[in-house]
């Protein structure tokens, strides 16, 4: 299912900033050679994230699912000056390329990347976060919500990715293991009173959710 007619996910891109060369280069090599270049955030939702994190100014990001680096260089960019983004990804051989992303984006100092099972490496992580971007396996959304929560800052945001999932979560009955445990999370932080939120029907959904 499209969720936003083409024409106007072009027409919002021709009037927004335009990507930087860095993420030009990194979203046309991933469309042309990954096995799942949808899973890159792209233009819109990568320019939301900058404009997210400048006005945040974190100190500390946590970004959970790296894939190929293009939407840690978009968060990143809006770090503090002392400020460190931890991103993790389970797979090696995109961790490898974003690495290299990183390299190019003059950004590797400020980024240090986990290769591994986020729900065992977010306890070893002892920071109190005032930025988290979750865009993982959507079955462990509810888990990691739990974990960083506590440890998300008062007035910290979370944005959560893919949560109208390809628009499986608007039917009438909700089928198959990712749109059920979409769903799920969907209906956990609309419960959830220590949080403000609100849907965003950019690209695949991206709930912003606000620490009380």
């Known amino acids: 299912m ?6 106007a996910e072009a027409y919002a891109s021709k009037y927004s900033t ?4 860095v993420l030009k280069q990194i979203e046309a090599t991933t469309s042309a050679s990954h096995a799942q270049p949808h899973m890159i955030s792209g233009h819109l939702q990568g320019q ?3 404009i997210i994190s400048k006005l945040l100014q974190p100190r500390r990001i946590l970004e959970i699912g790296t894939m190929v680096g293009y939407s840690s260089i978009c968060l990143a960019k809006g770090l503090a000056p002392d400020g460190v983004l931890h991103t993790i990804e389970l797979r090696e051989e995109d961790a490898a390329i974003a690495r290299r992303h990183f390299e190019q984006a003059g950004l590797a100092q400020q980024i240090q990347l986990h290769v591994g099972n986020a729900i065992e490496i977010i306890p070893q992580l002892e920071e109190s976060w005032d930025l988290v971007f979750l865009d993982a396996d959507k079955t462990g959304y509810a888990a990691y919500y739990q ?4 440890r998300l800052r008062t007035g910290g945001l979370l944005l959560a990715d893919n949560v109208l999932f390809h628009g499986e979560v608007l039917k009438e009955e909700v089928k198959g293991k990712n749109p059920k445990a979409v ?7 609309a419960a959830d ?9 950019l690209r695949d ?6 620490k009380k």
């Open 2 to 7: 499209e969720l936003i007619h083409p024409l």
């Open 18 to 21: 335009a990507a930087d060369t």
């Open 48 to 50: 939301f994230l900058e």
């Open 147 to 150: 974990l960083i929560l506590p």
């Open 183 to 189: 769903q799920a999370f969907n209906e956990l932080v």
């Open 193 to 201: 009173e220590r949080v403000e939120k609100i849907m965003l029907t």
């Open 205 to 210: 959904g991206l709930f912003l959710i606000r």
